[in-house]
C-alpha cells in the first residue's frame, strides 16, 4: 500500500468522488488518506497465529426466545383513549400530516 498521497493522486480520487476539493482540502485529505493507511499497514502486521478465523462477534446462544403469545389490551379500552377512532375495523385516525 502507498504510504503516501501526492496533491495528484488525492485530486483524481476526488475527481472519481465527484467531490470539488480546494488546495487545503486536498493537503488535508492526502494527510489523512496515509493515516489511515499506516494504521492499516500496522493492523496487517499484528501476529494472528493461532487465532481462529471469526465469522461473527455475537455469542452462540441466549440471544434468541422462543415466541410466545402474550395477553394482549383488550380493543375496546385502547379505542376508548383514543380521540378519534374507527371502533368497527378497530383503527385510529389521526390528523393529515402530508397535503
Not at 497465529?49 to 471469526?54: D, E, H, Q, S, Y
Amino acid at each position: 500500500m502507498p504510504s503516501d498521497f501526492t496533491r495528484e493522486r488525492v485530486a483524481a480520487i476526488a475527481a472519481l468522488a465527484n467531490l470539488e476539493l480546494d488546495p487545503p482540502e486536498v493537503d488535508m485529505f492526502a494527510r489523512q488518506l496515509a493515516d489511515i493507511l499506516a494504521y492499516a499497514d500496522e493492523v496487517q502486521q499484528v501476529d494472528t497465529t493461532g487465532v481462529p478465523p471469526t465469522t461473527t462477534v455475537a455469542t452462540e446462544g441466549g440471544a434468541d426466545r422462543d415466541d410466545e403469545v402474550d395477553p394482549s389490551l383488550d380493543l375496546g379500552d385502547v379505542l376508548a383513549n383514543a380521540p378519534d377512532a374507527l371502533r368497527n375495523p378497530g383503527l385510529f385516525r389521526v390528523p393529515r400530516v402530508l397535503s
